[in-house]
């Protein structure tokens, strides 16, 4: 894992050495670095008039980067994200940042930080688009564009139960160093966001957060006046005892810096609180383990007055994963517990669930349909 990103950082760098060398004979690089602060992909599109495809044969000649498992040229175009608003979301008939759900008497609403286009290969290899192709009937739009590309949302949910207001996972954070371009040092509204949805982070009694990896404790805390405290003063912090155990002594390949800025700042000020997988957080609102992303990694199971739905957390980061379930995803800690863990939740969770995706785009959540040998996801 650590290679795979130590190879993104050096293409990258490698890449954007390159067009600041080729525009600055154009005459026009420090015109676009002093606008842009950084290139972006269609900035180069632009100021050289080229496609993006043209871009993409130039780049692959010239940048020697290569798909970590499959060890074939990799445009470098894919692995710049772009950022989209939250109106701006095409498959979605209302504000990007917010949906809501009501399953018995409990309310959820997803509050997203961003949703980032990717090219799927780079969490999942085999997700290319021939093995992906089969699946176009139900991926197609929401989860799938026609670029080839994914959907990944990042974003919290926040759960009214038993006159408890519960968020479920805290995203990327602000301020803070991160090595994926995207996440690092954001100035993002995510907090305007939850006050808009109900839950200004005073008012919030349990933060759960169903692993450790630096998209899901980001804002655990926030910067004031140069130290990290905790985003959610009133709160108790809820982190398995397993998924602890591992991650005090590993370092998160993601974001090496997350436990310092938003684990240990929760610890030190006496707000969390270690819990077994299978945790109950209110009479409607308990956790199921899922192990194999992470070793302490927990779903959130929701029942209320006949109905239920539950959260997967990353144990799915796409609903492709639903068909493929052993496909292996780069960022599994362990892959073959990983994929058993999947087909068991699909087996236990399927027709009768509403499954709500952590990383799923709007709509975000679905249900599971038995497809002769597979399973697909219906929204």
Not at 220 to 234: E, M, Q, S
Not at 239 to 262: H, I, L, T
Not at 291 to 312: K, M, Q, W
Request: charged share 25%; with cysteine.
């Amino acid at each position: 894992m650590q290679r795979f990103f130590q190879m993104l950082s050096e293409g990258v760098e490698r890449f954007e050495g390159f067009v600041v060398r080729f525009i600055a004979r154009l005459q026009r690089g420090r015109e676009i670095l002093e606008q842009q602060g950084r290139l972006s992909i269609r900035a180069v599109e632009r100021e050289l008039e080229i496609s993006g495809d043209e871009l993409d044969e130039l780049i692959a000649e010239l940048v020697d980067v290569h798909d970590p498992k499959q060890r074939r040229p990799t445009p470098l175009r894919r692995w710049t994200a772009q950022r989209r608003t939250p109106t701006q979301h095409p498959y979605s008939g209302t504000e990007e940042h917010m949906d809501t759900w009501k399953i018995g008497r409990v309310n959820v609403a997803r509050v997203v930080e961003m949703v980032l286009d990717v090219s799927p290969t780079i969490l999942i290899p085999d997700a290319t688009p021939e093995n992906l192709e089969p699946m176009y009937g139900w991926l197609k739009p929401h989860f799938l564009h026609d670029d080839g590309n994914v959907p990944l949302s990042f974003h919290s949910f926040v759960v009214a139960s038993d006159g408890a207001r519960i968020v479920v996972d805290t995203c990327v954070g602000n301020h803070k160093p991160r090595d994926v371009p995207e996440w690092n040092n954001r100035e993002g509204d995510f907090l305007t966001r939850l006050a808009v949805c109900g839950a200004p982070p005073e008012t919030v009694d349990i933060v759960m957060c169903t692993h450790l990896h630096v998209d899901h404790v980001g804002w655990n805390t926030r910067l004031v006046d140069g130290r990290w405290v905790p985003t959610f003063p009133n709160a108790r912090y809820l982190f398995a005892r397993a998924e602890w155990s591992f991650w005090q002594n590993e370092v998160d390949p993601f974001g090496k810096e997350a436990r310092g800025d938003s684990i240990e700042p929760i610890l030190e000020a006496g707000l969390a609180d270690f819990v077994e997988t299978d945790h109950r957080l209110t009479s409607e609102v308990r956790l199921v383990p899922t192990p194999g992303h992470t070793p302490g990694h927990a779903s959130v199971l929701i029942e209320s007055a006949g109905e239920r739905a539950i959260i997967t957390g990353d144990l799915f980061h796409h609903p492709m994963q639903f068909a493929r379930p052993t496909w292996p995803d780069v960022a599994d800690v362990d892959t073959a517990l990983a994929a058993r863990t999947r087909q068991s939740f699909m087996e236990r969770f399927s027709a009768d669930t509403l499954v709500l995706g952590t990383h799923f785009p709007s709509p975000t959540g679905g249900r599971l349909v038995r497809d002769q040998t597979f399973y697909r996801f219906v929204v």
